[in-house]
């Protein structure tokens, strides 16, 4: 209770309006418990600008690497951060992460045991958005890294130093950020791999500066000996995808870099596979690594960006059908949520949906809390109990960490839905717009308690199962046969929980059947898909011979 109840007093005043008038230095309020300080600030050399964005301190007792890729809720192991907001931080100006501070797991740098140890911090540049919406929000721009704030390219941090701490000595350690991250390289086109980027002009007039989608188009074999043909079209929905390493390398490429070369590859080229052109699609943005592939008041409007922008041109300059029943989508995790957002969603753009252990389809097992009748996202509704809700488990159910831990370690990553993780995104992409152009969250990140009004919202926009079962009148015709959802039964995010109550739906569905696939993995951990990945798309070519309008060419990418 005690170290509850001192969390959520440092966390609230960093949320407070105190905060948004402190532009480098960590909330006031009570005394720390700790005269240690860490001072951090940035040389002229690397911006003679001031430079607003988040400042992630990671104090860690293991040198096997550097300190800013060991924090991570997941791992027992994880070691320890900080954060703490700047606004307009100037150079040789010192922003102090103090005892007041929020850490993750640690709450506070008193809480250090005195020691030697390696620390690093780096500051997470933010840009400042004027939104098509009228908002004006900062946030971090995607650098072609995939939003990772340890790895974007641009970002300030200082070489890992070793320190002794301790937090009774009331010691100020000045750190300099003299490093910065690099550019990545741009991959290179190959054979059967073309990287492509367009200007959207649905999210450039969304965020208020130039946006760009990212295409990786994979071609099937024989497609430069058949210029004739026009091709099926299957999507690979999933996490930023930087490059496409599933086949072999171009002659020259350097020993250690070589991407693989197996089964899927031997498929693809191999006699008998279905000839189509698979696209993976590169549409990181400010809150993430991906958008969830629909539109939303946060994230902005990537549904019909993708849709009626991006895949248009992606199957016009590389032949594709340009049809909805030659059109299919697979993925797993977010992918496997996005699969089967975008069948339902866009019902007559696609012909079939493959979802793997998809992100919760329904609410009522959002993983597992029930955000419609329940009051605390953190903790099992009781009168007298207090049993934290579970996030992250193996295939025995051993516990990897708790709801509230999770929420807590993405807020010292970034306040106001800006962590670019997990929880953050789901906020973003599900719920409203709050008044300060940020999204308005779920629950409240100190205490857990939800909002039911902003449930509403989600189960109206974003609930899977809840649109099926509200619109299946409608839907129904449209989605039959196309949905297939495989999940193992221990998956490591309970989101095993949500198929069930999917499947439950798709059973009764009646009028008409969903003739859906919904398949289980026995003790299989997150992401059990019970098939290779040429099987998806099989399965996609055995639908369109079966439902190709009358006419249609089912023979000239057969060959």
């Not at 950020?177 to 959207?200: A, F, G, H, N, W």
């Not at 099926?232 to 070369?261: C, D, K, Q, V, W």
């Not at 008409?512 to 898909?529: I, K, L, N, T």
Request: glycine share 10%; proline share 8%; charged share 25%.
């Amino acid at each position: 209770m005690t170290r509850r109840i001192s969390f959520a007093l440092s966390l609230a005043l960093l949320l407070g309006a105190g905060l948004r008038a402190l532009d480098v230095q960590s909330a006031g309020g009570a005394a720390p418990a700790t005269r240690l300080r860490f001072a951090i600030s940035f040389p002229a050399t690397r911006s003679a600008q001031p430079l607003d964005g988040r400042i992630i301190l990671i104090v860690s007792n293991n040198d096997k690497q550097e300190p800013r890729f060991q924090n991570d809720v997941y791992n027992a192991r994880t070691q320890l951060s900080f954060g703490i907001d700047v606004n307009g931080l100037k150079p040789g100006q010192e922003a102090v992460i103090d005892g007041r501070t929020p850490g993750y797991p640690l709450e506070s740098l008193a809480q250090i045991p005195p020691g030697d140890y390696w620390v690093q911090a780096v500051l997470h540049k933010y840009e400042t958005f004027h939104r098509g919406d009228g908002h004006t929000v900062k946030m971090p721009m995607d650098r072609g890294e995939g939003q990772h704030w340890n790895r974007a390219p641009g970002n300030l941090l200082n070489a890992p130093k070793k320190v002794h701490i301790d937090p009774m000595a009331g010691a100020v350690i000045r750190i300099s950020l003299d490093d910065e991250i690099p550019p990545l390289p741009r991959p290179k086109d190959t054979k059967y791999v073309k990287y492509l980027q367009m200007q959207s002009e649905r999210l450039t007039k969304f965020w208020g500066r130039p946006m760009y989608l990212g295409a990786i188009v994979v071609l099937p074999e024989g497609f430069d000996e058949h210029p004739d043909a026009r091709y099926p079209l299957m999507i690979n929905h999933g996490h930023f995808p930087r490059e496409y390493r599933g086949f072999p390398p171009e002659p020259g490429t350097p020993a250690g870099t070589r991407p693989g070369s197996g089964q899927f590859f031997k498929d693809w080229t191999g006699p008998g596979f279905p000839r189509m052109i698979m696209l993976l699609i590169q549409h990181a943005n400010p809150f993430y690594d991906d958008s969830y592939a629909v539109n939303s008041e946060n994230v902005g409007p990537y549904g019909n960006a993708i849709n009626d922008e991006l895949i248009p041109y992606v199957e016009k300059r590389f032949r594709g059908i340009g049809e909805g029943w030659a059109r299919g989508l697979f993925g797993g995790s977010t992918g496997g949520w996005e699969a089967l957002a975008s069948q339902i969603f866009y019902p007559d753009t696609y012909n079939g949906a493959w979802g793997a252990c998809p992100d919760s389809i329904d609410f009522r097992q959002y993983e597992t809390i029930n955000i419609y009748d329940e009051k605390n996202a953190f903790y099992i509704d009781s009168d007298w109990k207090k049993t934290p809700h579970p996030d992250g488990r193996n295939y025995l159910g051993h516990l990897q960490a708790t709801l509230e831990e999770d929420t807590r370690w993405e807020q010292v990553l970034g306040t106001r839905t800006r962590s670019g993780e997990q929880w953050a995104i789901w906020e973003a992409v599900y719920g409203p717009v709050g008044a300060d152009g940020y999204p308005k969250p779920i629950w409240d990140p100190v205490t857990g308690t939800i909002d039911h009004t902003v449930a509403e919202y989600w189960r109206e926009h974003y609930d899977l199962r809840a649109i099926l079962q509200r619109d299946w009148a409608t839907l129904g015709p449209k989605v039959r046969g196309k949905l297939h959802i495989y999940v193992g039964d221990m998956d490591s995010w309970y989101l095993n929980n949500a198929v069930y109550l999917m499947e439950d739906f798709l059973q009764k569905a009646t009028n008409p059947p969903a003739d859906a696939v919904v398949e289980y993995g026995d003790r299989a951990e997150h992401c059990w898909s019970g098939h290779d990945q040429s099987y998806w798309f099989r399965s996609l070519e055995k639908r369109i011979l079966e439902t190709a309008p009358k006419g249609a060419d089912l023979t000239g990418w057969r060959y």
